[in-house]
T-cell receptor, first 115, second 111 residues
Framework: KAGVTQTPRYLIKTRGQQVTLSCSPI?????VSWYQQTPGQGLQFLFE???????NKGNFPGRFSGRQFSNSRSEMNVSTLELGDSALYLC??????????????FGPGTRLTVL | QKEVEQNSGPLSVPEGAIASLNCTYS??????FFWYRQYSGKSPELIMF????GDKEDGRFTAQLNKASQYVSLLIRDSQPSDSATYLC???????????FGRGTSLIVHP
């Protein structure tokens, strides 16, 4: 079974631009979560989607948004990029979030650099 | 605010020794506990999960949970240089079911 895939793997953008990242979960997994990982803050939860609905949201500004499609693939968008948005963005999928068995499996991540 | 605390390390152990990684959490309602391993430049990889008090063993790994004391630990027996990585503890509470991650402990296993 194929794992979680993320595209692109690397991105370089300049301040003020916007970016869209894509995530394809493991086949059959319906929950997709997004995380930002930086050396200073560690792994921080952005949002979680299940059946095309955002069910949970972390403490990030509205510049960070996402969506999920009917095939469970998900995208996240960051508008008006700031230098502090430079990070590794990780997507994680799980079979069903909201049950006890909610092990999450991470994709390889997208390394975003904002210049 | 739910908090998960880990010693950042590095924890340095010789090859063949037992590495002990600890994690404490603040939310008494926490239900599920996970350990992830993250190699430098890679994404986290799930290695263990535990839901009930006590020990859970999987190969060289043992997860220990003590809900009364609000800590969870990971023991790695017969540590190998390939175990050198950052180990992240994640705790899930009821309600949102979103994991809260600790900052991770860096483990170095030297030959």
């Amino acid at each position: 079974k194929a794992g979680v895939t993320q595209t692109p793997r690397y991105l370089i953008k300049t301040r003020g631009q916007q970016v869209t990242l894509s995530c394809s979960p493991i086949s059959g997994h319906r929950s997709v979560s997004w995380y930002q990982q930086t050396p200073g803050q560690g792994l921080q939860f952005l949002f979680e989607y299940f059946s095309e609905t955002q069910r949970n949201k972390g403490n990030f500004p509205g510049r960070f948004s996402g969506r999920q499609f009917s095939n469970s693939r998900s995208e996240m968008n960051v508008s008006t990029l700031e230098l502090g948005d430079s990070a590794l963005y990780l997507c994680a999928s799980s079979l069903v979030l909201g049950t006890r068995l909610n092990e999450q499996f991470f994709g390889p991540g997208t390394r975003l650099t904002v210049l | 605010q739910k908090e998960v605390e880990q010693n950042s390390g590095p924890l340095s152990v010789p090859e063949g020794a037992i590495a002990s990684l600890n994690c404490t959490y603040s939310d008494r309602g926490s239900q599920s506990f996970f350990w992830y391993r993250q190699y430098s430049g890679k994404s986290p990889e799930l290695i263990m999960f535990i839901y009930s008090n006590g020990d859970k063993e999987d190969g060289r790994f043992t997860a220990q949970l003590n809900k009364a004391s609000q800590y969870v630990s990971l023991l790695i027996r017969d540590s190998q240089p390939s175990d050198s990585a950052t180990y992240l503890c994640a705790v899930v509470s009821g309600g949102s079911y979103i994991p809260t991650f600790g900052r991770g402990t860096s483990l170095i296993v030297h030959p």
